[in-house]
């Protein structure tokens, strides 16, 4: 398999950008409420255009159909900035991380008011995860920041390596993938992996090349890494670490992108060459099985960018980038694989978070 594709996010829609102009559609709402009984609504992180400040976050209320298209620059008489790259909630608030924008955004959950744009300034940073009321910032500088989530202040910051991507916290340690993005075509392969309390770096593990996302099994066990491999000859992986030995244990090949769900894993390989690009479902119990394919009604994606599972009834919420230069879909499907509603989101939507 071949990929065409640039290192990173932010470059692939620089690349498309020009080609944009006036493709870009505004997003329309479906044309009846969709039903999710366990949820009133969700957030769209939309990332816009590298270099084009038109990043935007959407909220769709399932109660009453209402979509707001930009509910950021609504809300706050000003547009969220430049490719917001990642979106998580924590407590009472929603922290968007706008890489070249230099800052992390942090909301109000409820109503996504701003509370305070963290600058971080030259630092680009990239990806968000929690613990224990601190947050921890990977930025393509090479820099991990610790953020105090009740003061919202910066308390510290380590090196940790290549331009650092996804990150996790696991058995009391802290996970950080070096993609390595801008040194193509040498690219990172390590994780680095820090005490979470000192961050004091405990070792670095090899995986695949350019590593990606990262996130932990629900039970502590593992952590699991996916990487983007070289878009030309060598295809992305998933790999999972022992959080306990920190050994890599297994790995699947032909794996761009990945949620966990349980013993669970959805997973997609990306051609960049096809109409469409099916979503699978890896046995995580049984590592040796073959993956099976998750969407059954016969819907096909283009160009799957965001998945994510909705905690409390299972729904998978996939997001489809169609050519990264048009408005984006938001699709949610059930446990079998069949299609309950889509949407139009905004332009490249990725992060999804459940406003319940």
């Not at 038109?54 to 430049?82: H, K, M, P, W």
């Not at 996790?168 to 390590?190: E, I, M, R």
Request: with cysteine.
């Amino acid at each position: 398999m071949h990929f065409r594709q640039p290192f990173f996010h932010g470059i692939i829609l620089f690349m498309f950008a020009v080609f944009c102009g006036a493709s870009c559609q505004p997003p329309t709402p479906p044309p009846t409420p969709p039903v999710d009984t366990q949820a009133n609504g969700i957030y769209i992180l939309n990332e816009g255009l590298f270099q084009h400040n038109n990043s935007t976050i959407s909220f769709y209320n399932f109660d009453t159909g209402d979509f707001r298209a930009d509910l950021f620059l609504e809300v706050n008489q000003r547009g969220l900035g430049d490719t917001g790259n990642d979106l998580k909630r924590y407590g009472n608030k929603l922290y968007c991380v706008v890489n070249n924008s230099h800052r992390v955004e942090v909301m109000d959950f409820a109503t996504a008011k701003s509370i305070k744009a963290i600058s971080l300034p030259g630092k680009s940073p990239r990806h968000i995860t929690f613990h224990q009321n601190k947050a921890y910032v990977s930025c393509f500088d090479g820099d991990v920041v610790r953020i105090d989530t009740a003061t919202l202040e910066v308390e510290q910051s380590v090196h940790s390596g290549n331009n650092p991507e996804g990150l996790c916290v696991c058995n009391g340690k802290l996970y950080v993938a070096n993609s390595g993005g801008l040194n193509n075509p040498d690219y990172d392969k390590t994780v680095s992996v820090f005490d979470v309390n000192t961050l004091t770096l405990l070792k670095t593990i090899e995986v695949g090349i350019n590593p990606y996302m990262v996130a932990a099994s629900d039970n502590g066990q593992y952590v699991y890494v996916c990487t983007r491999g070289d878009y030309i000859d060598q295809c992305g992986t998933l790999s999972r670490i022992d959080a306990h030995t920190d050994q890599v244990n297994q790995t699947w090949q032909n794996i761009q992108n990945f949620c966990l769900d349980g013993n669970k894993a959805y997973v997609y390989e990306v051609d960049y060459n096809a109409a469409s690009n099916p979503v699978k479902v890896l046995n995580l119990a049984n590592p040796d099985m073959e993956p099976t394919l998750f969407i059954t009604d016969g819907t096909n994606l283009q160009m799957p960018y965001g998945i994510t599972v909705n905690p409390l009834n299972g729904d998978v919420y996939i997001t489809d980038a169609h050519n990264f230069t048009v408005t984006g879909d938001v699709f949610c499907f059930d446990k079998n694989g069949k299609k309950k509603f889509s949407f139009s989101a905004g332009l490249n939507p990725s992060a999804i978070v459940f406003k319940q």
